[in-house]
Every structure is written in structure tokens, then in C-alpha cells.
């Protein structure tokens, strides 16, 4: 996850790195001498440079045009489902008003415009559809939830104190129907918007300043996860070396061309931004440039209407530990420890036990067909339990449907060689011990949903760190250790990342991302993205 300082027309953070972004491998260095700074351009921008301003404002225009006009959807998207949302609650409480007298009608008429136009406000006062935040990560949908229940708030506070007498079933109605609307329309505007990117369309062009450590890493992770809007069109290497792996040391990326390198100063950094026609640049290495060439290069996209970011040099924090506080003149990045307990764990808690109850009762059919199947397909026990390593290192028995022969577990140490796992958990993907009713099982999840017992007693959440095993924790060193510092899920950010398929250095990086920036806006996201991994079966064996 890679987060940017935001820089223009006042500074706040935004997420622009993905919780799910691979971890950038070691890199290789180039054995150049370090020199003036070197610019690496997108090819078709290389081979025309320099640019004129012209085309420089073509392409800026281009960005602007179809980030307003996407912008602007989603506003008259949010307006049309307030609207619905408030005539349906109309109808589903009063039956349309017919039963209703003239003045109760007013009455009402005044209230659904009220609300209507109160809600429209607030999801602007929370600037949910700011384009620094729309198209990727959970901020968005957080500030539409935030915009949804400030304005049913602010109505509740209102009828007390001016006793308006507003009907409580007409907003009981209204306020579910308008949150899971406004959500499920900025979720079909985003997946349009992700399948226009994935075909290198909708894209901001992103010219990279700094030195190679700080900015490669970036590069790699900007090209692997495309859903984040952005296209690398440069890089201004302050070091003045190139060197990306696995490419062979010194070399740029294959599809960039190369022009004349500029000074590191003001005049050279505009130009290089005019040249790739860049509508964003990002400083990975901002004591390369010194604080009165930043100061100035703001001032000048500003002018130029490109926006800027600044790197602070961390990564996988989520922006909501991260603070921007002013100290001497100088902004300080402020980032909050970890929140292990307190309200929201307690908050958690509860989801966990309503949900996992809830769960559990909607799935009893499926409960009841699956273990009918195990019964009916082999012999052995319907269950199987096994130890797992919990909160504080508390060993717990969690719960499984069987999906191998009775005994598997004493057929391990002859198949130790022909593992597929990732060098620390024993994984195959052809087990001979997998019943073909329990490969079915794995393969949707649904050999975990007894877990749900798990998370009633307490001893597991909905979403976590994966649970693991005693002679697993047995290995942890250093900083792995953090993982138990909260209780493990049956889903989370490896459940939705690849599952089986991940190396045991990226499962581990999920995990600690989950537990160091843990929230309740997160835990839904990932459910949420959870049905649909399970549903295509991807990386379950």
C-alpha cells in the first residue's frame, strides 16, 4: 500500500496504494556513478520532445475533462437513488400518501424535500466524490456511510429539540434503502470505471521524481495494480542511476524512451512535466530537491493545474493513522500507533457475534446439505478439529467441515516432499487425501462456515490475520509475531488476494497490513470482496 501527502489547494492524504498490492522484491542496483539526474519518458512523448505547451494542455484538458465528466455522473447517480430511495420510503410506509389528509400531505412534502436536499448536502460536505479518492480503496464508500448517517442524525436531533414530528417509520425506511443504494451505485460506477483502466483508458499520466530506491518500488507497484487510475510516463531519477528488476542492472523500462536530462531545478522539473504531458507528479525523494525547489514546483503546477504528491517514505499505514501537523513552518507527518483495543474493538466484537449468528442461521440449509454429503460420501466423523494459535498466542479448536479421508493427518509425513505450499504451510494441489466431496468443499469455502462457532465463542473474527498453526508460530520471528495481536478471521486480505497461491513473504505482508490499519469500514470491504473470490473458486486448494 503506497500513500501519497496530497499538495494542491491545501494538503490531506489519499489513498492511492492498494491493500492488496504485491511487495516489491529486493532491487537491483545499477553500478552507474551517481550524476545529474536522468529523465525517462514515455516513448511517444520521448520521440516528439520537447513538447510544446500546446500538446502539454491537450493532454491535461483530455484528464480534466473525463475525471469532471465521471465526477458529475456519479452527482446525478447519488441524486436519482436519494430521490428514489425517499419516494419508495414514501410509498412503502404511507402507500403513496393516499390515506394521508391535506395537511398531513404537506407535512410530508415538506419533510421528503427536506431530506432529500439535507442528504444531497452531506454527501457533498463530506466530499464523497472527490476525485482523489473515487475509483480505488475504502475511503470512498466510508464517506458515503459517514454522509448517510450524519443526515439521519442531524434529522433525529432536529424532531427533538423543534418537535417536528417526523414519522420514524418513513426514515427507518429511507435509510437503509438510501445507503445500500448510494453504495451499490458508487460500486457499479467504479467497476466501469476499473474495466476502462484495465484497458489503459481513464488514466492519469504520473511523472515519478526521485532517486532509485524510493521510486522504483512505486513504479512497480503503480504498473501491477492499474485499477489505482494511474500511468507512469517518467521518471526524474535525482540519483542518476536506472535500475528496476528483473530488468538487467541500468536498464529503464522497456516502453519509456529517453530525452536529455534537465537540471534539478525548477525550470528542468516543468519542462520534463510538459514534455510526458504528465497530470500528476509524484516526489518519492523529496531531500533530493531541497524545500525551496518543492515550494516552488507547487506553486508552478498549480499554475500548470497538475496535481502533486509527496511520498512520506512509509508504507502499508492506512490514511487514517497518518496526520499532517505543522511544526516550526515545517508539515510533519504525524502517524498514530496501532489500535489494538478500546470502542471500535469492542464494536467489532459485537459485529462479529451478530454476524457470525446471523450467518449461521440464514446458512442453515447449507450447513445441513453439506454435512449430509460428507456423511453420505465417506466414513469418519462430519467434523474435524484442529488445534489453531489465537489472540495472544491462546491455542483454540477450530471448526471444519472434513473434507479428506479419516486419518489424513497421520498421511502427512509422506507427502512432505511434495508439497505445493510456499516453503512454511503444507499445501497440494492434487491431495490424495481430498474426498471429492470435500474438493467441492474447498473449493467455494464452504468447509470453513463451521468456523462461524469459532466466532461466536470468541475465539475468531469474521475478518483476520489467517489462523495458524502451533509449529507455524513456532518459526515467527521479529516482526510476524504482530499478527497475534488480533484475533484471527476466517476470512481477510489473503482471502481475496490469492488465497493458496500466495508466497508465505506476501501472506505475511497481508496479514500485518490488516492488523497494523484494522477498521470497521475495512471488515465490510473485505466481506464484501470475499463472496466474489469465493464464488470463482480462484487460488482454493
Same mark, same amino acid.
Given at each position: 500500500?503506497?500513500?501519497?501527502?496530497?499538495?494542491?489547494?491545501?494538503?490531506?492524504?489519499?489513498?492511492?496504494?492498494?491493500?492488496?498490492?504485491?511487495?516489491?522484491?529486493?532491487?537491483?542496483?545499477?553500478?552507474?556513478?551517481?550524476?545529474?539526474?536522468?529523465?525517462?519518458?514515455?516513448?511517444?512523448?520521448?520521440?516528439?520532445?520537447?513538447?510544446?505547451?500546446?500538446?502539454?494542455?491537450?493532454?491535461?484538458?483530455?484528464?480534466?475533462?473525463?475525471?469532471?465528466?465521471?465526477?458529475?455522473?456519479?452527482?446525478?447517480?447519488?441524486?436519482?437513488?436519494?430521490?428514489?430511495?425517499?419516494?419508495?420510503?414514501? $410509498?412503502?410506509?404511507?402507500?403513496?400518501?393516499? &390515506? =394521508?389528509?391535506?395537511?398531513?400531505?404537506?407535512?410530508?412534502?415538506?419533510?421528503?424535500?427536506?431530506?432529500?436536499?439535507?442528504?444531497?448536502?452531506?454527501?457533498?460536505?463530506?466530499?464523497?466524490?472527490?476525485? @482523489?479518492?473515487?475509483?480505488?480503496?475504502?475511503?470512498?464508500?466510508? @464517506?458515503?456511510?459517514?454522509?448517510?448517517?450524519?443526515?439521519?442524525?442531524?434529522?433525529?436531533?432536529?424532531?427533538?429539540?423543534?418537535?417536528?414530528?417526523?414519522?420514524?417509520?418513513?426514515?427507518?425506511?429511507?435509510?437503509?434503502?438510501?445507503?445500500?443504494?448510494?453504495?451499490? &451505485?458508487?460500486?457499479?460506477?467504479?467497476?466501469?470505471?476499473?474495466?476502462?483502466?484495465?484497458?489503459?483508458?481513464?488514466?492519469?499520466?504520473?511523472?515519478?521524481?526521485?532517486?532509485?530506491?524510493?521510486?522504483?518500488?512505486?513504479?512497480?507497484?503503480?504498473?501491477?495494480?492499474?485499477?489505482?487510475?494511474?500511468? $507512469?510516463?517518467?521518471?526524474?531519477?535525482?540519483?542518476?542511476?536506472?535500475?528496476?528488476?528483473?530488468?538487467?542492472?541500468?536498464?529503464?523500462?522497456?516502453?519509456?524512451?529517453?530525452?536529455?536530462?534537465?537540471?534539478?531545478?525548477?525550470?528542468?522539473?516543468?519542462?520534463?512535466?510538459?514534455?510526458? /504531458?504528465?497530470?500528476?507528479?509524484?516526489?518519492?525523494?523529496?531531500?533530493?530537491?531541497?524545500?525551496?525547489?518543492?515550494?516552488?514546483?507547487?506553486?508552478?503546477?498549480?499554475?500548470?493545474?497538475?496535481?502533486?504528491?509527496?511520498?512520506?517514505?512509509?508504507?502499508?499505514?492506512?490514511?487514517?493513522?497518518?496526520?499532517? @501537523?505543522?511544526?516550526?513552518?515545517?508539515?510533519?507527518?504525524?502517524?498514530?500507533?496501532?489500535?489494538?483495543?478500546?470502542?471500535?474493538?469492542?464494536?467489532?466484537?459485537?459485529?462479529?457475534?451478530?454476524?457470525?449468528?446471523?450467518?449461521?442461521?440464514?446458512?442453515?440449509?447449507?450447513?445441513?446439505?453439506?454435512?449430509?454429503?460428507?456423511?453420505?460420501?465417506?466414513?469418519?466423523?462430519?467434523?474435524?478439529?484442529?488445534?489453531?494459535?489465537?489472540?495472544?498466542?491462546?491455542?483454540? =479448536?477450530?471448526?471444519?467441515?472434513?473434507?479428506?479421508?479419516?486419518?489424513?493427518?497421520?498421511?502427512?509425513?509422506?507427502?512432505?516432499?511434495?508439497?505445493?505450499?510456499? /516453503?512454511?504451510?503444507?499445501?497440494?494441489?492434487?491431495?490424495?487425501?481430498?474426498?471429492?466431496?470435500?474438493?467441492?468443499?474447498?473449493?467455494?469455502?464452504?468447509?470453513?462456515?463451521?468456523?462461524?462457532?469459532?466466532?461466536?465463542?470468541?475465539?475468531?473474527?469474521?475478518?483476520?490475520?489467517?489462523?495458524?498453526?502451533?509449529?507455524?508460530?513456532?518459526?515467527?520471528?521479529?516482526? $510476524?509475531?504482530?499478527?497475534?495481536?488480533?484475533?484471527?478471521?476466517?476470512?481477510?486480505?489473503?482471502?481475496?488476494?490469492?488465497?493458496?497461491?500466495?508466497?508465505?513473504?506476501?501472506?505475511?505482508?497481508?496479514?500485518?497490513?490488516?492488523?497494523?490499519?484494522?477498521?470497521?469500514?475495512?471488515?465490510?470491504?473485505?466481506?464484501?470482496?470475499?463472496?466474489?473470490?469465493?464464488?470463482?473458486?480462484?487460488?482454493?486448494?
Amino acid at each position: 500500500m503506497a500513500y501519497f501527502t496530497h499538495c494542491k489547494n491545501g494538503c490531506n492524504f489519499a489513498n492511492t496504494g492498494s491493500e492488496v498490492a504485491r511487495d516489491v522484491g529486493p532491487q537491483v542496483r545499477s553500478a552507474q556513478p551517481r550524476g545529474s539526474p536522468k529523465v525517462m519518458l514515455d516513448e511517444a512523448h520521448a520521440a516528439s520532445a520537447p513538447a510544446t505547451r500546446t500538446s502539454f494542455e491537450l493532454v491535461n484538458g483530455t484528464f480534466e475533462r473525463w475525471s469532471a465528466s465521471y465526477v458529475r455522473r456519479v452527482h446525478w447517480t447519488d441524486l436519482t437513488l436519494v430521490l428514489g430511495a425517499v419516494a419508495g420510503a414514501v $410509498v412503502i410506509r404511507f402507500a403513496g400518501g393516499g &390515506g =394521508l389528509g391535506i395537511a398531513q400531505r404537506n407535512h410530508l412534502a415538506i419533510e421528503t424535500i427536506a431530506l432529500s436536499i439535507a442528504w444531497i448536502l452531506a454527501l457533498h460536505a463530506t466530499q464523497s466524490a472527490d476525485k @482523489r479518492i473515487i475509483g480505488s480503496g475504502a475511503t470512498e464508500y466510508s @464517506r458515503v456511510a459517514s454522509a448517510c448517517f450524519m443526515t439521519f442524525g442531524f434529522l433525529a436531533i432536529f424532531d427533538l429539540v423543534f418537535k417536528l414530528n417526523i414519522a420514524r417509520g418513513f426514515v427507518a425506511v429511507a435509510l437503509p434503502i438510501g445507503t445500500i443504494g448510494l453504495l451499490a &451505485g458508487r460500486w457499479a460506477w467504479r467497476k466501469n470505471l476499473t474495466r476502462q483502466r484495465a484497458n489503459g483508458t481513464k488514466l492519469q499520466r504520473i511523472l515519478i521524481i526521485g532517486d532509485s530506491d524510493s521510486s522504483i518500488p512505486l513504479i512497480d507497484r503503480i504498473e501491477d495494480n492499474h485499477f489505482l487510475g494511474y500511468k $507512469v510516463v517518467g521518471l526524474v531519477n535525482t540519483s542518476g542511476t536506472v535500475s528496476k528488476s528483473p530488468r538487467p542492472p541500468g536498464s529503464a523500462p522497456a516502453h519509456w524512451g529517453h530525452c536529455n536530462p534537465p537540471a534539478a531545478d525548477l525550470d528542468g522539473l516543468t519542462k520534463a512535466v510538459k514534455q510526458t /504531458g504528465a497530470t500528476t507528479v509524484a516526489v518519492t525523494s523529496a531531500a533530493a530537491l531541497g524545500y525551496s525547489v518543492m515550494r516552488e514546483l507547487s506553486w508552478a503546477l498549480e499554475s500548470m493545474d497538475v496535481e502533486m504528491v509527496v511520498a512520506p517514505g512509509v508504507t502499508d499505514i492506512a490514511g487514517p493513522r497518518m496526520m499532517l @501537523r505543522p511544526v516550526a513552518g515545517l508539515p510533519m507527518l504525524h502517524i498514530d500507533k496501532p489500535r489494538y483495543a478500546g470502542a471500535n474493538r469492542f464494536l467489532k466484537a459485537g459485529i462479529d457475534r451478530l454476524g457470525a449468528l446471523t450467518m449461521l442461521i440464514l446458512l442453515t440449509p447449507v450447513l445441513v446439505t453439506c454435512a449430509i454429503a460428507i456423511k453420505c460420501s465417506s466414513s469418519g466423523p462430519i467434523f474435524y478439529r484442529a488445534e489453531r494459535i489465537g489472540l495472544s498466542n491462546s491455542p483454540f =479448536l477450530m471448526w471444519k467441515f472434513r473434507s479428506m479421508v479419516d486419518g489424513a493427518d497421520r498421511q502427512k509425513s509422506s507427502l512432505v516432499g511434495n508439497s505445493d505450499g510456499n /516453503g512454511v504451510l503444507f499445501k497440494m494441489r492434487k491431495d490424495p487425501r481430498v474426498t471429492r466431496v470435500g474438493a467441492f468443499l474447498r473449493r467455494y469455502s464452504l468447509d470453513e462456515l463451521p468456523q462461524l462457532i469459532n466466532v461466536l465463542t470468541g475465539e475468531m473474527s469474521l475478518v483476520g490475520p489467517r489462523p495458524p498453526l502451533r509449529e507455524e508460530v513456532a518459526q515467527y520471528r521479529g516482526p $510476524v509475531v504482530r499478527r497475534l495481536l488480533v484475533r484471527p478471521g476466517i476470512t481477510g486480505l489473503w482471502q481475496i488476494s490469492g488465497r493458496s497461491e500466495l508466497s508465505w513473504d506476501e501472506s505475511v505482508r497481508l496479514d500485518l497490513l490488516y492488523v497494523e490499519n484494522w477498521s470497521i469500514m475495512q471488515d465490510l470491504v473485505i466481506l464484501w470482496r470475499t463472496m466474489r473470490a469465493v464464488i470463482n473458486g480462484q487460488g482454493a486448494y
